[in-house]
């Protein structure tokens, strides 16, 4: 029996044990960072092997006999609080599940992603998705293995996708999909047949640093505090976070098209907010880091979606975009830069997609991602499969492999199972939303006026705060009530749609 004394003593080791490999990850996090934005070029060689001495340092630790003699004596110790108790629960599960991969599976993992992604690489610059076909072939094979490793009740499947979504299964996410994409299918048909809001004045010359002023006054508008973070400019916007102190966001400006940097700018920033909002005294525990992937991107889909493409928003912004660019929008009303920016149009492309259709990009590498993994789909079928599928849901024909099944780098990365987080994360956007809408009924007319500080007080009360000590699930019901519904997403759609388009 240990002593209530000798526990405290124990949590106490535990948690600077956690707090140092936190201090690790944010090192690696850094550099990681600094390697997509600042770092000259020829730094790549020594980066590269600086992130992988402090990449197995991290694993050292998490998978250390001292953090695992700590986790038995602390395990079921009734002298610790409730978080305390659910941090130490957490961290068991994190390291049982570590512990079950063999060294050798991981050595030959990592450097199968390593070639993986130089081939991706070349394949998509040189449109051929056959230069790819060996390497995805070996990592299909790898993942087959891991979840053997891991182990599953129903779906080899439902282990890759319980990485990014705990608890996330074929099963639940079958019926979302098949409950749902006939809906969208219908909406879509009725907006094809109504007619288009122009958008042309999009596509004019945006000066680069017009945008980006414009895009760092929407974002300190919002609530992204610049003395605990910063944007910069990367060639894929990203964020990452050290702490909730110093939060990174990066967008990228192309003159050419205004809603590119803009929309990455409150996307991000969403992201950034939830970062901001973790709690402070928790770093390095599971109650200090986000929940998941899935309620991580609901945010960044709340701010981008339901506040960023919001009528009552542009009530308040637009005047600032006429003011920085008054010659491209001159005579453009608002109502029409709205339309605009809302506009439903099938595509190619995964992330240059509307909030529609975006969903049918997710279904299709989901289906097919499934298809590997249960051996029903071989990766030489993989563009034929994505063609048929385009052509199918979205009427568009795919002309390549590089605007078709190499789009994405998902796939380079051995990052099987993530993308229905993207979908979860709207879909969750949609109900916390709509909850925030019915407790203040004045948060359009807020919005309207630029205030958006008592949104963000919500989502600090509701999902920030309690870090990872609740799974997706138990975050929606506690912040809204219900389990997810995705029927709210599906109104939501509805009713803007049927707005613009007068269906
Ligand atoms: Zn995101």
Redo the contacts with the bound molecule.
């Keep these: 029996m240990i002593k209530t004394t000798d526990i405290k003593e124990a949590y106490d080791l535990y948690r600077l044990h956690m707090r140092k490999l936190a201090d690790v990850r944010s090192a690696l996090a850094l550099m990681q960072w600094d390697q997509e934005t600042y770092m000259p070029v020829k730094g790549s060689g020594f980066r590269a092997q600086q992130v992988a001495t402090l990449s197995e340092l991290a694993h050292e630790m998490v998978t250390s006999e001292k953090l695992e003699s700590l986790l038995d004596s602390l395990y079921e110790a009734t002298e610790l609080n409730d978080t305390e108790r659910k941090n130490i629960s957490l961290t068991r599960e994190d390291f049982l599940k570590q512990k079950k991969y063999p060294a050798a599976f991981v050595r030959k993992m990592s450097e199968t992603i390593s070639r993986s992604f130089n081939a991706w690489n070349l394949a998509k610059k040189e449109n051929r998705f056959s230069l790819f076909e060996n390497e995805l072939t070996e990592l299909v094979q790898l993942k087959k293995e891991e979840t053997e490793i891991l182990g599953y009740t129903e779906h080899p499947y439902d282990a890759l996708m319980d990485e990014f979504e705990k608890g996330c299964t074929v099963r639940q996410m079958d019926h979302i999909f098949d409950n749902m994409l006939p809906k969208l299918r219908g909406l879509l048909e009725k907006i094809q047949h109504a007619k288009s809001p122009d958008d042309f004045f999009l596509f004019n010359s945006f000066d680069k640093k017009n945008q980006w002023d414009l895009g760092m006054q929407v974002i300190a508008e919002l609530g992204f505090d610049f003395e605990a973070g910063r944007q910069d400019i990367s060639s894929h916007p990203f964020s990452t976070s050290f702490n909730k102190y110093d939060v990174r966001i990066t967008t990228r400006i192309d003159e050419n098209d205004f809603s590119s940097m803009l929309f990455s700018c409150i996307?991000e920033t969403g992201?950034a907010l939830y970062e901001q909002g973790l709690p402070e005294s928790e770093y390095g525990l599971p109650s200090g880091e986000f929940a998941s992937l899935g309620i991580h991107?609901s945010q960044?889909r709340l701010w981008e979606n339901h506040v960023g493409r919001s009528r009552a928003f542009w009530k308040f912004n637009y005047p600032l975009v006429t003011e920085k660019f008054p010659e491209a929008f001159r005579g453009i009303s608002e109502e029409q830069f709205y339309k605009a920016v809302n506009r439903v149009k099938p595509s190619l492309i995964r992330t240059e997609s509307d909030e529609l259709t975006y969903h049918f990009h997710v279904m299709i590498r989901y289906e097919i991602e499934k298809m590997l993994i249960s051996g029903e789909l071989q990766t030489n079928d993989i563009p034929a499969c994505w063609k048929e599928k385009y052509r199918k849901w979205l009427d568009v024909d795919v002309p390549d492999d590089t605007r078709g099944c190499l789009q994405d780098v998902h796939w380079s990365h051995g990052s099987f199972g993530y993308f229905p987080t993207y979908s979860l994360g709207s879909f969750y956007a949609a109900q916390f939303f709509s909850r925030v809408k019915k407790e203040d009924p004045s948060l359009n007319e807020k919005m309207e006026k630029g205030d958006t500080g008592g949104l963000l007080h919500w989502l600090r009360q509701r999902i920030h705060g309690s870090g990872r000590i609740w799974k997706s699930g138990e975050i929606c019901k506690i912040a809204t009530g219900e389990e997810l519904n995705v029927t709210y997403f599906l109104d939501y759609l509805l009713e803007k749609y049927s707005n613009i388009y007068e269906i």
Excluded: K
């Design positions: 996307h992201h991107e960044s």
